[in-house]
């Protein structure tokens, strides 16, 4: 063999960024699996290449038979049938294969004897063939496997390749592809060949055929890989994303943090009249983000994760990671949002289970005596203001009410009491003043419509009727009686009865 195969494998190894090595290896084993299909060959052997002159040998190995179970190997058990299922024929269990770390191990006990052919014949050129090939892509596969196990969780770029209805082919490089499956996949997104998609790298592992890698868009990680690429600040580690809680397709909360003070993350990540988030946006496909500031208080931080909704106020329990969330009625579907999504994520971005109440249903749960649960009351005063809402001050030590002199006063009576409930009927001296008006008023109606007589007819009425002579002097001595204790803001002005005397 000439140095024209050395330089050939060379020229391949930095084309399949193979180490020489391992390609001078994989030529070993081809001559040695071409030594074997002569009939005269023996049972154990081995090929030595020279790196430069390119010259081999073919040494046979005799090995004692007391070392021979020491240094061989039982072969790797394929799940393959026992039976072809092409030809019917049935397979022969492979051989065991020598061990050569383990023959030098024992080489001082072992004889080599000199046992290279003039030549090989055309089958077994064939076979050193194939086996060569095997063995290079073999060890394009374990580079690979290499390149990303380690790689799990980044963002990679790819081509759409190939799509049917079980997973869709991405071309990661020239020698790599990565499946996409469809419980991976976004619900409407379409992937059409040779479109660019960029993907987080979900799982690596090695296969028979090869490194199998799985990628992913609707891992959380994707929103978190995007904005880095996006957010500088987030590369100079000024800003970071603590949390995300994300429904594929639909909408994702992103909280963020920054490290350094003058810097806004809310803004960072918006960047300017929203630019950056509006490239997230895009390569997601339209999905929406919410982006919160992150709070160490957890009040605070849930009130500004249900946004955009308005909060009124927030009730935490530590020891639960519960929070009740007061809203007002207007922002009570907005808080919960379509089919909860709203609350779902905002559960998720702060891992605090969130109980949305409007504030009329939660004042009149808390103004109904008996309505408070006992873990409320050790939470928060037990007593109700006078908005009808309970009082957000935690309770003293060995006390329901908080700390303020008329609440502590409620702790001595035994109980907050019941608001004096306003009188349905007014008084009855109240009640004798209002008819005494009304009888007033309605007996000087009566007398002004007496008065005011058409023309027509006191021209026709004798001349010497008067006003007297109309209203009996009964009623007119009735009217003046009351009219004095009438109240002065029923006073009504009585027009001068004047008696027109005939002409």
Not at 220 to 242: K, Q
């Amino acid at each position: 063999m000439s140095k024209e195969i050395i330089d050939a494998l060379g020229a391949i190894a930095d084309e399949k960024a193979i180490p020489l090595e391992t390609l001078i290896d994989a030529l070993e084993a081809a001559l040695l699996s071409a030594y074997k299909k002569a009939s005269d060959s023996a049972e154990y052997a081995r090929v030595e290449i020279d790196p430069v002159s390119g010259d081999f040998i073919v040494w046979q190995l005799l090995i004692p038979e007391e070392i021979v179970p020491l240094v061989l190997t039982e072969p790797e058990e394929l799940d393959e049938p026992l039976i072809d299922p092409e030809t019917g024929e049935a397979r022969e269990p492979a051989a065991p294969e020598l061990d050569l770390e383990k023959v030098k191990e024992y080489r001082d006990r072992i004889e080599e004897v000199n046992v290279t052919p003039e030549n090989f014949g055309r089958i077994a050129a064939v076979t050193a063939k194939q086996v060569l090939l095997q063995r290079v892509r073999e060890a394009e596969r374990e580079l690979t496997f290499e390149e990303y196990r380690d790689r799990v969780g980044e963002l990679i770029n790819g081509v759409i390749q190939q799509t049917d209805s079980r997973y869709t082919l991405v071309r990661l490089n020239e020698t790599t592809e990565a499946l996409l499956p469809r419980s991976e996949q976004v619900d409407g997104e379409r992937y059409d060949n040779a479109q660019r998609v960029k993907a987080i790298i979900k799982e690596v592992s090695s296969s028979p055929k090869g490194p199998s890698i799985i990628v992913s868009r609707r891992d959380p990680n994707l929103i978190r890989e995007l904005f880095a690429l996006e957010v500088p600040e987030m590369a100079d580690g000024l800003v970071e994303i603590t949390e995300v809680a994300r429904e594929p397709g639909y909408r994702s909360k992103i909280a963020v943090i920054s490290h350094q003070d003058g810097v806004d993350p809310v803004g960072a990540c918006v960047g300017p009249r929203g630019s950056r988030v509006r490239m997230v946006v895009s390569e997601l496909r339209g999905e929406k983000i919410d982006i919160i500031p992150f709070n160490e208080e957890p009040a605070r931080f849930v009130a500004k994760a249900l946004s955009p909704a308005r909060v009124r106020e927030v009730l935490v329990d530590d020891d639960e990671k519960q929070a009740t969330v007061i809203v007002p009625d207007d922002q009570l579907a907005l808080a919960i949002g379509r089919s909860g999504q709203n609350a779902r994520l905002a559960a998720r971005l702060t891992g605090w289970r969130i109980d949305i109440r409007s504030e009329s249903d939660y004042a009149e749960e808390a103004t109904v005596p008996g309505a408070e649960e006992e873990g409320d009351t050790q939470t928060r005063c037990a007593a109700v203001l006078s908005n009808g809402r309970r009082c957000p001050n935690a309770p003293i030590e060995g006390s329901r009410y908080c700390g303020i002199e008329a609440h502590q006063g409620y702790e001595a009576a035994g109980g907050q009491p019941q608001a004096a409930p306003e009188p349905d009927e007014a008084p009855a001296d109240e009640v004798e003043v209002a008819v005494e008006e009304t009888v007033a008023v309605e007996e000087i109606a009566a007398v002004e419509e007496a008065t005011s007589v058409d023309a027509a007819e006191a021209e026709e009425a004798p001349v010497a009727e008067s006003v007297e002579e109309v209203v009996s002097e009964d009623v007119v001595a009735e009217v003046d009686a009351v009219l004095p204790e009438a109240d002065a803001d029923a006073e009504v002005e009585q027009e001068p009865a004047d008696t027109e005397e005939g002409e």
